[in-house]
């Protein structure tokens, strides 16, 4: 496969007040490596600096979202996710192994889903403010599955979202949450119109998302912005992650560390290279 361009890993389209950020690895399934993680957090950081942009729409490129992080990487130091325990208590917040998963921005965030949104993807779904789906969507905690741990806020953000009975039910399970599941359980929601502005948690629109979010988030621009903001920002830090995550973090390590990883990961690889073989 011919190596990836590292300026195209994500892609940042603006349209009027909207900043649309797009993973750009559809051939990987979207699936976060460092540089790809890297190349978020900064196009994050420009939209918060942005004084023209009010809201942005996160979004992956051919269909579906993110399928979470990107397993191969992890024997390439030069792809591998950022992994550091280092948080300094100052906003926007410091990067986190998908990339924008520890910020605390000051503007919302609209996840757009088609596709997969799932394991780490799913951590960047939870980090957005709204989850907008459409009848593509599959998410879940997929990394349940391979041995992989939670370790950009999953563990934290989908109880807060969810209840605790169904996040314990997504997390120990792994299993799939289709679009009509994800608005009944008010994981994500559809986007049916601003006239009024209508955010529904039982029709799924058969709209693709990012349609339906484009809708929203010129909806949402249309808002007092210094009002807006601050009430987002106030139920925010409401719910401190940062000590929560950091353990998290501690306790995936342990996971990373341990010989059951090492081993799911092989079987995954050797499972990789065999289909490989019969291309």
Same mark, same amino acid.
């Given at each position: 496969?011919?190596?990836?361009?590292?300026?195209?890993?994500?892609?940042?389209?603006?349209?009027?007040?909207?900043?649309?950020?797009?993973?750009?690895?559809?051939?990987?399934?979207?699936?976060?490596?460092?540089?790809?993680?890297?190349?978020?957090?900064?196009?994050?950081?420009?939209?918060?600096?942005?004084?023209?942009?009010?809201?942005?729409?996160?979004?992956?490129?051919?269909?579906?979202?993110?399928?979470?992080?990107?397993?191969?990487?992890?024997?390439?130091?030069?792809?591998?996710?950022?992994?550091?325990?280092?948080?300094?208590?100052?906003?926007?917040?410091?990067?986190?192994?998908? &990339?924008?998963?520890?910020?605390? =921005? +000051?503007?919302? @965030?609209?996840?757009?889903?088609?596709?997969?949104?799932? $394991?780490?993807? /799913?951590?960047?779904?939870?980090?957005?403010?709204?989850?907008?789906?459409?009848?593509?969507?599959?998410?879940?905690?997929?990394?349940?599955?391979?041995?992989?741990?939670?370790?950009?806020?999953?563990?934290?953000?989908?109880?807060?979202?969810?209840?605790?009975?169904?996040?314990?039910?997504?997390?120990?399970?792994?299993?799939?949450?289709?679009?009509?599941?994800?608005?009944?359980?008010?994981?994500?929601?559809?986007?049916? &119109?601003?006239?009024?502005?209508? =955010? +529904?948690?039982? @029709?799924?629109?058969?709209?693709?998302?990012?349609?339906? $979010?484009?809708? /929203?988030?010129?909806?949402?621009?249309?808002?007092?912005?210094?009002?807006?903001?601050?009430?987002?920002?106030?139920?925010?830090?409401?719910?401190?992650?940062?000590?929560?995550?950091?353990?998290?973090?501690?306790?995936?390590?342990?996971?990373?560390?341990?010989?059951?990883?090492?081993?799911?990961?092989?079987?995954?690889?050797?499972?990789?290279?065999?289909?490989?073989?019969?291309?």
């Amino acid at each position: 496969m011919a190596k990836e361009d590292p300026t195209k890993l994500v892609l940042v389209e603006k349209r009027g007040t909207t900043t649309i950020i797009t993973i750009n690895r559809p051939h990987k399934r979207n699936c976060v490596n460092g540089p790809t993680a890297k190349a978020l957090y900064q196009a994050f950081l420009d939209f918060d600096s942005d004084p023209k942009a009010a809201v942005a729409i996160l979004t992956g490129a051919g269909g579906n979202f993110c399928a979470g992080a990107d397993l191969g990487a992890i024997q390439n130091q030069d792809e591998a996710n950022p992994m550091s325990n280092e948080w300094p208590d100052t906003l926007p917040g410091p990067i986190g192994p998908m &990339g924008p998963t520890r910020m605390v =921005l +000051s503007k919302p @965030v609209i996840a757009a889903i088609s596709g997969f949104a799932v $394991a780490g993807g /799913l951590e960047l779904a939870l980090w957005c403010d709204i989850r907008i789906v459409d009848p593509t969507a599959t998410l879940g905690v997929f990394c349940r599955l391979r041995g992989v741990p939670l370790i950009d806020g999953g563990t934290i953000r989908l109880p807060q979202v969810v209840g605790r009975g169904v996040a314990m039910d997504l997390m120990l399970t792994g299993r799939a949450v289709k679009a009509q599941e994800a608005l009944k359980i008010q994981l994500a929601s559809s986007y049916l &119109g601003s006239s009024p502005p209508a =955010l +529904s948690y039982e @029709v799924v629109d058969e709209r693709p998302a990012l349609v339906q $979010a484009l809708e /929203l988030a010129n909806s949402l621009a249309q808002h007092p912005q210094t009002c807006m903001r601050n009430d987002r920002l106030s139920s925010h830090f409401a719910n401190p992650i940062r000590e929560p995550m950091l353990k998290e973090y501690e306790l995936g390590l342990d996971t990373l560390g341990s010989g059951e990883f090492m081993e799911a990961i092989s079987k995954f690889f050797q499972q990789t290279e065999k289909k490989k073989a019969k291309l």
